[in-house]
Structures are given as structure tokens and as C-alpha cells.
């Protein structure tokens, strides 16, 4: 499948999935997850008007991210612009100086120490950091992130650094084989940010889910993501 029926058959698929739960297309966003494919790849999906990228480490992203940067210099993307580059793994403290600065947003936010790392380069560069939190629903020991019932402390230890705005939450679901099985995550993180809201745990609502992968994308569409990660399905996977 070329790229361009990949995005089709995406869309068509979302499309559905805000029928059967009554949502808007335009509330949803796509990042493309750019990981398993080349520089040239990547940036024929920002030319196919992809504008929000994720790759889950520099080290991976570093050469993307620069040939992204000079193809928006030449103005090749005309009035498109630029990519708005997410940062969706784990993120090293050591790596904060790299990320922050470069990518728009941080999906992986799950302890103080990261927040203080990510408000001091912000501080520096004069601009404040949307992140989401990633909580470990599902409570699997591989994941990453705050369990569930640390959150609200979690998001108040945040509230003194000034450089970070809570943007939503994150999580990632098991790999399941009957992608309905994920619901339960998905549904446990929309609860747990109604939660925060409803406390008032933060200055403004938390509004961003970043949720649903290319296996369970429709179950988080239903259960009110707005933030997908696609990589495979949309970008494809291409063999080192
Ligand atoms: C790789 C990755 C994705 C995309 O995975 P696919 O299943 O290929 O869509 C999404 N989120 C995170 C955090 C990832 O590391």
C-alpha cells in the first residue's frame, strides 16, 4: 500500500469511529509515528501534509528532525509550514537538552525529576512545555508512567514549574489480538483526567488524551482520544 492509501484507509476508519461515538473528526489529531522508516521516508510523510510527527528517541529522530528543519527553511512545504515534532517515549534526563526546544510536545512525563529537567531547559529557551502524563493504566510491569492512584499527587508536585503546562495524559495499551479488550484502559484514563478536572487539581482543565495505536486506534476514538499515535498503519514499518 502506498502512503497515500494508507492515510485514506485511516481516515475512512476514523471516520467510523466518530459515527458509532458521536465525536468530531476535527476534535482528533494525528501524530504520525515515524520510527520504524527512513529520513526520505519521513519526510514524504510531512509532504503528504502529515504536520504532527512522534518518534520515541533522539538518537533515532536527530537526523529526521534536521532534514524536516532545512525542507521547511527551503520552503518546499510552502504555507504548510513546518512539522510539530512529539516526543512519545521515555525520555532520559540527559536527553532533556536535545528534546526540549525541538519537540512541541512530550508524551512521556512520569516523575519530578523529568519535570524539573524539562522546566529548567524551558526557562532558558523562554517557552513553556505542553506534556502529558503517562499513567500506567494497565498496570503491566513493562510499562512506563505513574500508577492511577498517584496521579493527583503527581500533578500538584507539578505545579511549580512554571515552563511545564499539563497538556493531558498518556498511556499505552496492552497489545491485544481483540483490540476491544483495550477498552477498559482507555476508558480508565478519560476518568482519571475527568478527575483531575473535577478536583481542580490544575489552573486550567486538562483537555488532551494521548491515546490508541495502530492496533487499537477505533477503541480510543470511542473512548475519547484526541491525540493518536499511528506508526505502522500509517507510515508503515520498513525492514533495517
Ligand atoms: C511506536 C509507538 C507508537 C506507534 O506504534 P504502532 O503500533 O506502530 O502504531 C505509539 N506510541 C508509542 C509510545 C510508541 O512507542
Known amino acids: 500500500m502506498t502512503l497515500e492509501h494508507r492515510i485514506a484507509d485511516v481516515e475512512e476508519r476514523l471516520k467510523l469511529a466518530c459515527e458509532r461515538s458521536g465525536r468530531s473528526r476535527d476534535d482528533i489529531n494525528i501524530?504520525?509515528?515515524?520510527?520504524?522508516?527512513?529520513?526520505?521516508?519521513?519526510?514524504?510523510?510531512?509532504?503528504?501534509?502529515?504536520?504532527?510527527?512522534g518518534e520515541n528517541r533522539w538518537q533515532n529522530a536527530q537526523d529526521k528532525w534536521h532534514a524536516a528543519h532545512s525542507l521547511?527553511?527551503?520552503?518546499?512545504?510552502?504555507?504548510?509550514?513546518?512539522?510539530i515534532w512529539h516526543f512519545i517515549g521515555s525520555?532520559?534526563?540527559?536527553k532533556v537538552k536535545e528534546v526540549v526546544g525541538r519537540f512541541s510536545?512530550?508524551?512521556?512525563?512520569?516523575?519530578?525529576?523529568?519535570?524539573?529537567?524539562?522546566?529548567?531547559?524551558?526557562e532558558e529557551l523562554g517557552i513553556i512545555v505542553p506534556c502529558f502524563l503517562q499513567v500506567n493504566v494497565s498496570g503491566e510491569d513493562s510499562k512506563h508512567g505513574v500508577a492511577p492512584e498517584e496521579l493527583v499527587a503527581f500533578t500538584k508536585e507539578l505545579s511549580r514549574f512554571t515552563h511545564v503546562k499539563i497538556e493531558g495524559l498518556m498511556t499505552m495499551a496492552p497489545y491485544e489480538m481483540e483490540p476491544e479488550q483495550t477498552r477498559p484502559v482507555f476508558r480508565g484514563l478519560r476518568q482519571l483526567?475527568?478527575?483531575?478536572?473535577?478536583?481542580?487539581?490544575?489552573?486550567?482543565?486538562?483537555?488532551g488524551l494521548s491515546m490508541g495505536m495502530?492496533?487499537?486506534?477505533?477503541?480510543?476514538?470511542?473512548?475519547?482520544?484526541?491525540?493518536?499515535?499511528?506508526?505502522?498503519?500509517?507510515?508503515?514499518?520498513?525492514e533495517e
Not at 32 to 51: E, P
Not at 105 to 122: G, Q
Open 193 to 207: 483526567r475527568d478527575e483531575l478536572n473535577q478536583q481542580a487539581v490544575t489552573n486550567e482543565p486538562v483537555t
Open 31 to 53: 501524530i504520525a509515528v515515524t520510527k520504524y522508516v527512513s529520513v526520505a521516508s519521513t519526510m514524504d510523510v510531512i509532504r503528504a501534509g502529515l504536520v504532527h510527527v
Open 72 to 83: 521547511s527553511e527551503s520552503g518546499v512545504l510552502g504555507e504548510a509550514g513546518q512539522a
Open 91 to 94: 525520555l532520559q534526563t540527559n
Open 105 to 122: 510536545y512530550i508524551h512521556s512525563l512520569d516523575r519530578e525529576s523529568l519535570a524539573a529537567a524539562i522546566d529548567k531547559k524551558a
Open 214 to 238: 495502530s492496533n487499537d486506534f477505533e477503541v480510543a476514538v470511542e473512548e475519547g482520544a484526541n491525540w493518536l499515535r499511528l506508526g505502522t498503519i500509517l507510515v508503515g514499518k520498513e
